[in-house]
């Protein structure tokens, strides 16, 4: 009797062991990989979340830069890392679905990972040079097909958003021109901007200041709402090419395996983070778009990141894009 006593009380309290350690979560530092270099869009947004989610979690969270292979090293850093809610990983439309049509992956991208939360989209704007004469969306197309054989668009690298952006461009036009592959936005900006390159897909982030200050055309933003923090660019659908939506979203993933209730906090913190009027003002400021409070939980991220993989692969893998 006093046997069975000991058992039963042995299997409570290895019952309630996960729940328990769940409770008490964190008591140490979290760390939150970003798989790019420090300074650029995803360490930027990274830097901000982390922040404020360690004030909400009681904890300082730690943003470790974990560079390489177009992000697909730091991912696989969150994939392999033991799944108690201390290392986690920010990533986006690239990372989490790009990479499955190009790379040859060690990790699964919607089996290895338990989503937490999506912080933000970042449509794409359609930009040129200044030299071209077309005056909107439908202009510029004319102009193209008129000097398809002599333009050329750059790209931040082959299978980037902006080569992508590119290729969706291509189908819906019926357009042909080269692209110009380049070791990020950055450089491919400066080309635009001298004029060696005619145009370019663009993260709103990215091409805003370049805009505002004269230097490039902006034509249309890639999302079927205008961007608050440039309403005067008309969207894709507006200017006439319905449908060429794509946008660069971010969130954040855990390892397969992490407790609910730990998963749970960590969105807790994400929420309260992307609600702060202070956050919200930053990302605004960066041509980032918060989704809704609905579109914040991990099963919201679940779904859509599963619906960006079967829009995009076909799209990817009929273009032939490889890794360089």
Known sequence: MKLNAILLALAAVSSV????????????????????????????????????????????????????AAGSIGVGRV???????????IGHWSTH????????????????????????????????????????????????????DKVSAGTAGVGSASHIGGISFQNITGLKFPFIPYRGAAPAMQDLIGGQIDLMFDQAANSLPQVRSGKIKA???TANA???????IPTVDEAGLPGLHIAVWHGIWAPRGTPKDVIAKLNAA??????????????????????PRE???????????????????????????KAE
């Open 17 to 68: 062991a996960p729940a328990a350690h769940a409770q008490g979560y964190p008591t140490k530092t979290p760390s939150l990989i970003v798989p790019f270099s420090a300074g650029g869009p995803t360490d930027t947004l990274g830097r901000i979340m982390a922040e404020r989610m360690g004030r909400v979690l009681g904890q300082t969270v730690v943003v470790e830069n974990v560079t390489g």
């Open 79 to 89: 994939a392999r890392a033991a799944p108690d809610g201390y290392t986690i990983g």
């Open 97 to 148: 679905v790009v990479n499955g049509a190009v790379y040859d992956l060690k990790y699964d991208l919607l089996k290895d990972f338990e989503p937490v939360a999506m912080i933000a989209t970042n449509p794409q704007i359609l930009v040129t040079k200044t030299a071209v004469p077309a005056k909107d969306l439908k202009e510029l197309i004319a102009w193209l097909k008129a000097n398809q």
């Open 219 to 221: 034509y249309a933003v």
């Open 226 to 232: 205008r961007l608050s923090a440039a309403p005067d």
């Open 270 to 291: 994400i929420v309260a983070t992307l609600a702060d009027p202070a956050v919200r003002q930053r990302f605004t400021d960066l041509g980032q778009v918060i989704p």
């Open 295 to 321: 579109q914040q939980t991990p099963e919201a991220l679940a779904a859509y990141h599963k619906a960006e993989i079967e829009k995009w692969w076909p799209i990817i893998k009929a273009a032939g894009v």
